[in-house]
C-alpha cells in the first residue's frame, strides 16, 4: 500500500518526545512490511542546521489561510532503506529557535503555523495520492477535517483513507474562537457537534470526529480515554467512535535501546552475562558524582519533570526513600516546581542525588544501563517507552498500572518467580512508597533480583508486532 505520515516532528530531524521517536521507527518498520511510505514534517531550523543531507525539490506549494494565499518550499530527506522525508519550508512559521514554543508556553500563532502545515502537507498529497494518510497528535488532525469537509479541493485524494493516532489526550490544539477564519471553514462547523469546545475551537476534536480511523499507543490507554478521568472533555467524543477505536502498543528500536549492541554505554550486557551492567552502575556513579558502591541501590528518573508524570508523588515521600541507603540520578526538564525541588535536593544529599535538568541522550542511555531500578509512576501514560527500554536494560522499573504501563510491566510475586517489575494501582503517595520497599527488600536476595533481570530482559517489544497490527488497519480501510 501506498501510505503517507504526517507529523509534526520524526526523528532525527526534529524531536522533543516520544512522537518523534515513534514515527520514525514505525515508518521503517512498515517499510520492511512492504508499504510504501514517504512522510511529511515542517522545515524547523533544527532539521535545516542539523547536518542532514537535505535536497531541494521542484514543488512550491500555496495554500488558503483566510483571506490570501500563503506559499512554501519542499525539500526532502531519507529514512529507513528508502522512505522520502519531505520537509516544508516557510521560515516565517518554522525557522525558530523552539518547534512548538519555548519554556514558558507555547507560540502564540501556532494555530497559524499549523493549520498551514496541514494545508501544505495536503497540497504535496495531491502530488502524490496515497491509499491511506496516516496523521498524528492535535497538530495535523485538521488533515482529515480538510479532506471531508473540503473535498472538492483535494479530488486527487477522494478515495484516500485517513487515520489519527492520539499520542497524548491531555495535548490538543485548543484555540480561540477568534483565529477560527485561519481555517477556512464553514462557519457550521463551529458547533459543538464538529470543532467547537467551550467557546473556542479544538483541532484534535475536529480530527477524531472525520478521520476514518483513530489510533491510540496502547490498550489500555484506548480504553481509558473514554473516561470522564482521562477523557479531558472528549469522552464522548471517543465513546461515540468507540468502534473505529483501537489501541496499538507502540515498540522500541532495538538497533538503538539493547545493551548487547549499545555503543554509548560503558560496556556492553546480556541477559545470560550481567557483568557489563555492574560496570555500567560503576561508571555512571563515577560520571555524576556518586559514591562507586555496587550494593548500593540506584534509582534512575529519565522524565518530563510535570506532574503527569507523577513527580507530585515523588516529592511526597522523596524525604522518606532518601533515610535509606539508595542513590538517584534523575535528567529532564519541565515545571519549574520540580526543577527547584531536584535541585535542592542534590545540593542538601550530594552524596544521594545527582541531578541533570535538560535532555542528553548518552546520558539518557547510561542511566538505564547504570541503574537497578526506574522509577515512573506516572498519573497518566498512553504509553510510555522508557519503562520498555528499563525492562531490555534489566533495570527494573516501578510503576503504576495505569494506560502503557499496565501493558508492559507485570508485577513482581517473589514466591512464584514471576513479574518483570513493580506495579501498583492506586494513586498515592504511599502506595509509592510501599512499592519501592518492595523493590529494595527484593534487591537484598541478589539471586532472586537477578532472576527478575533476566525475566524482564527477556521481554519482546520490538516493532515488529506494532507495525503488523497498523498494516491490518490499514487493509481494513482499502478496498
Partial sequence: MKIAVIASEISPFAKTGGLADVVGTLSAALERLGHELFLIMPAYRCALEGGFSLADTSMRLSVPMSDHEESAEVVKGRLGQNITVYLIRADRYFDREFLYGPTQGDYKDNVGRFVFFSRSALEILRREPVDIVHCHDWQT???????????????????????????????????????????????????????????????????????????????????????????????????????????????????????????????????????????CKDSLQRAMGLARNPDRPLFGIISRLTSQKGFDLVEKVFGTILEQDVQVVLLGSGEARYQEFFRRAAAEFPDKVAVRLGFDEPLAHRIEAGADVFLMPSLYEPCGLNQMFSLKYGTIPVVRAVGGLRDTVEDCNAETSAGTGFVFERYDALELLKTIDRALLLFGDKKAWTALQRRAMRMDFSWDRSAQAYSNLYRQLSP
Fill in 141 to 279: 488532525a485538521l488533515v482529515p477535517v480538510f479532506l471531508n469537509a473540503q473535498g472538492s479541493r483535494y479530488p486527487e485524494l477522494a478515495s484516500a483513507k485517513t487515520v489519527l493516532t492520539v499520542h497524548n489526550l491531555g495535548f490538543q490544539g485548543v484555540f480561540w474562537r477568534f483565529d477560527w477564519h485561519l481555517l477556512n471553514l464553514d462557519d457550521h462547523l463551529f458547533t459543538p457537534e464538529y470543532l467547537e469546545f467551550y467557546g473556542n475551537f479544538n483541532l484534535l476534536k475536529g480530527g477524531l470526529i472525520f478521520a476514518d480511523k483513530i489510533t491510540t499507543v496502547s490498550p489500555t490507554y484506548a480504553q481509558e480515554i473514554m473516561s470522564i478521568e482521562q477523557g479531558f472533555g472528549l469522552q464522548g467524543v471517543l465513546q461515540n467512535r468507540a468502534s473505529d477505536l483501537s489501541g496499538i502498543l507502540n515498540g522500541v528500536d532495538y538497533s538503538e535501546w539493547n545493551p548487547a549492541v549499545d555503543a554509548l554505554i560503558a560496556e556492553r550486557y546480556n541477559e545470560k552475562n550481567l557483568d557489563g551492567k555492574r560496570i
